[in-house]
């Protein structure tokens, strides 16, 4: 009897995909960014993009959706997390090796040997080293902020349309609301990223279509033209949006835009305050 063809990247992905029996990979906001309210800091994401690690960021997520559920781990051959990332059968595995061992070094994961392969068991997604639990699970007082990344992700083939810039600047607008505004020159103090390299992944995500702009305009009475313009994104699908306003939790109006608001480059959401869930400005952190 003949043997069946080796799998391909798509068809190893969508096998681990339908094992997790979930639809969406929940990461803490912390993964993009920490620090505090008052003082946020880049999160363990701008370490990957520092290093240009792309391929280390794809292992991470599919790490993720594959340790599903407690005690948070999985137990694939190297050969197998080289497929799903593209990579030849022949050094493939000691890439693997090598990329896991780099997000260990980052406090993202933990290795152990079993039965001659690695076991993967997730740590918390802030690089603190602490086990991992679900952001959303437990008492309602020990939950956590988190971002969704829908399976869409990767069912759709977004993982092999966007690079490095657009994949940070996605997991980034997950973390946000509807209408964010992200000026480019707080890219560095807020999530460890150049503002070029920001303004390359909004704009590879609006060039395919899963991101919108709005442009907009608030007082400035110490400019010379006494307004200052803004620019505000809303994720489209399979990512976004939303729906909801960030101050009422209500969904968004559907009429006009107002004298002196934002007015419309593509269609989407009206403009608010930017504020992330629960009352958070983008750029901030609980």
């Known amino acids: 009897m003949q043997r069946p063809p080796t799998p391909t990247q798509q068809e190893t992905i969508q096998e681990l995909l339908a094992r997790s029996k979930r639809d ?27 290093h240009h690690d792309e391929r280390a960021l794809d292992l991470y997520l599919l790490g993720h959706a594959a340790a ?31 990329t896991w061992g780099r997000l260990q070094d980052r406090g993202l994961i933990d290795r152990a040997r079993v ?13 603190d080293g602490a086990p991992y639990t679900h952001p959303g699970g437990g008492p309602k007082s020990a939950r956590e902020p988190y971002l969704k990344l829908p399976y869409d992700y990767w069912q759709d083939g977004w993982y092999q349309r966007l690079r490095l810039p657009g994949k940070a600047m996605l997991l980034i607008a ?12 707080k890219a560095t103090p807020w999530y460890g990223i150049s503002p070029d390299f920001a303004g390359d992944g909004l704009r590879a995500l609006k060039k395919l279509g899963v991101l919108t702009s709005r442009i907009g305009y608030r007082q400035s009475p110490l400019t010379v033209t006494g307004w200052t313009e803004e620019r505000s994104y809303t ?4 990512f976004g949006p939303r729906g909801r306003s960030r101050k009422t939790g209500k969904p968004r109006s559907s009429g006009t835009t107002a004298p002196g608001r934002p007015r419309e480059e593509t269609r989407g959401a009206r403009v608010v305050k930017l504020r992330r869930p629960g009352g958070r400005e983008a750029g901030q952190a609980s």
Do not use: C, H, Y
């Not at 990579?87 to 693997?96: F, I, K, M, R, T």
């Not at 997950?174 to 020159?185: H, N």
């Open 235 to 238: 994720l489209q699908p399979p």
């Open 174 to 185: 997950l973390s946000l609301e509807d209408d964010f505004i992200l000026p480019e020159d």
């Open 24 to 50: 969406a990979v929940p990461i803490r906001w912390s993964f993009v960014q920490g620090g505090t309210r008052r003082r946020p800091q880049p999160g363990p994401l701008a370490a990957f993009v520092g």
């Open 68 to 98: 599903s559920a407690d005690p948070w781990n999985v137990d694939l051959p190297a050969r197998v997390w080289a497929r799903m990332l593209g990579l030849p059968s022949d050094n493939g595995p000691s890439a693997v090796s090598k």
């Open 115 to 127: 039965q001659r392969r690695a076991s993967i068991t997730l740590l918390r997604e802030d690089g």
